[in-house]
């Protein structure tokens, strides 16, 4: 997956690194990880405002590993890749509807 610009993540690499917990073994105080889940969720909304829809998705990821039950970055994650599957949908239709509409119409190079 690639973001807005050209930019490609995966879970650990943003440009700006922070210290988080691991999914596998959650670590600090319960206070912790909800700082650290609401601080990547903030990450993610500013993120996700720039149009970086794959770094905002790695943030709301990196959330949920601080906090599973963080029900702000669950929301905004089933938000963020409903609006993605939405763009690869409407990406697959505008060339069908071309199509339809040449096939409707004749080709452009057929009206001399």
Known sequence: MTGAQGLDYT?????V????A????????PGERQF???????DSIFRDARGDREGSLVA?????????TYAPAILSMGSVL???EENRCRAR???IAAIVA???NGHPSDHR
């Open 11 to 15: 879970l650990r690499e943003l440009p």
């Open 17 to 20: 690194k922070r210290k988080t």
């Open 22 to 29: 691991e999914s596998s073994q959650l670590k600090g105080t």
């Open 36 to 42: 650290y889940a609401e601080a990547e969720y903030a």
């Open 60 to 68: 709301l990821k990196r959330a949920l590993e601080a906090m599973p």
């Open 82 to 84: 409903y609006r993605a």
């Open 93 to 95: 239709v505008v060339p």
């Open 102 to 104: 040449e096939a409707h």
